[in-house]
């Protein structure tokens, strides 16, 4: 395979290279530079933190009971929230892929907004509307709901800051869709509710997929808004992020740890959802 | 070369020398949380009398900041709410030289909706009383918690004190000042913190009750030269003898310290 791809490389700068001259050979080398020094950018980082030599910490860390709790509750509270964004975050993706409306152009610029939120301004303002004395949280709290402190917190974080993924790739697929396919199913007597589960969702749900997997790995790195909005306790709205950063602050070794382990939860559950998403592309879901 | 690319970098390089030419000197002072007001006054003060000086302040946790120092950060100062970290810099070799800066001491701090349901401290064992409290490796957790002990010796609440207190607490901030705003902004009810933290512009939101002197802690605040480059840096020393001399310590005063003890 390495021949074939030198012998094509060659081939192809050499044809190129016979009509503008040396400079666009230049060119080629140049840009493989900038890639390999792109990855080893992003890759060096993660390797340097997974071949660090704490392996004594790993395994004291992850039988620690703050390392169990903090696992549980993310993992929990994540899949939680992706749940809540897929539902919520679809619907509003088809209707703003289907229907025109005044304002739309508001929605969308809201919907952007939290990815440019710095997370902690997002803490702020869902403590000024649901914290105790907040807005619509005073109403919670004279009747005995706590929000904050809770959980509930947490997920309502994860929730708003990963939102704005999940529509952004749901649209683009709605989009994507001719609308004849829907009016074809529907003057076929189809219902609306068996064209979206039969026609729409098998053809898109790769793109659906996708930002269900980037919405739920931005829940699960959510640290910003937690701890502002929910707190840091641990069993209750110690995430694994907050949890890294308590130990951050007391020792190293374990916040690496932590951090190892945080990321090997994260690769296998993306690697697991990729590979049913091969499997299900390649049995062909569309009926 | 062509004339654009040198136009390129000679800006380049201009302008990040130029970064360097505005002040000739640089003191690099990481404190904890709870000295921010009177340590940035005591950096404008300093700075007015020698005005080549620029003097960058970090504040955090003195747990964070240790980290920090011993992961390499470029600090001259600092500046601790506990000897303890102090010392475990000094143990790996990373303080030059140090003394104690000035002591503070510990009171309830409660939020004003709260505060007809605590008024004194046997009320934070109450049931659904709200408490916040730093992490547990800030050096204000470890004042409160040898607070609690000492109520329990006492007999608070026959001796249950602490862990009622432990029941009630509902999170663990990073450093005094975000325990500080949460109970102001009311999401607590109360935190056994610092007398200093409630700032002037916190007064109006956090009412204060005072400890018995028999339970009370005394923090004694630590302050050194960081390392190689914080002893060959003479500003550095001119602004740890400024912090320690009747000036600097007017500002802890004024914020609600103790002067650090006389021997």
Redesign the interface.
Known sequence: MCAQATASWQAGSATVQSRRGLGVRVWFRWTHLVSLSTVLFLGLPILCLVLCPTQHHLLQAIGDQVTKEALVLSVFTSTISTLIVVFFGGVLAYVLARHAFPGRVLVDTLIDLPIVMPPMVTGLALLMLLGRHGVVGSWFSEHGIAITFTSIAVIIAQVFVALPFFVRAARAGFESINPRLEQASLLLGASPRQTFFRVIVPTVWPPLLAGAILAWARCLGEFGATLVFAGNFQGMTQTMPLAIFSALQDNIDVAIALSILLLATSFVLVAFLKIVSKKCGAVGVAP | MRAGNILTIAVAVISLSATRLCYAEAVVVSAASSLKEPITKIAKAFEQENPSVKVSLNFS?S??LA?QI??GAPVDVFASADTQNVERLAVLGLVRKGAVLARNRMAVLVSN?ASSRVRKLEDLGEQGI?I?LP????PAAQYAEQVLERADAMGLAAGQFSARVRAN??????DVRMVAM?VA???GDASISYVTDVTPDLKPKIKEIALPDSMNVTANYAIAIVGKKGAENAFAQKFFDYALSVAGQKFLAQAGFLPAATK
Do not use: D, F, W
């Not at chain 2, 992490?135 to 800030?138: F, K």
């Not at chain 2, 607490?169 to 990073?174: D, L, Y």
């Open positions: 946790s747990a964070q980290t011993e992961q909706q709200r916040i992490s547990r490796n800030v607490t509902v999170s663990r901030e990073p949460k902004l009311g999401e």
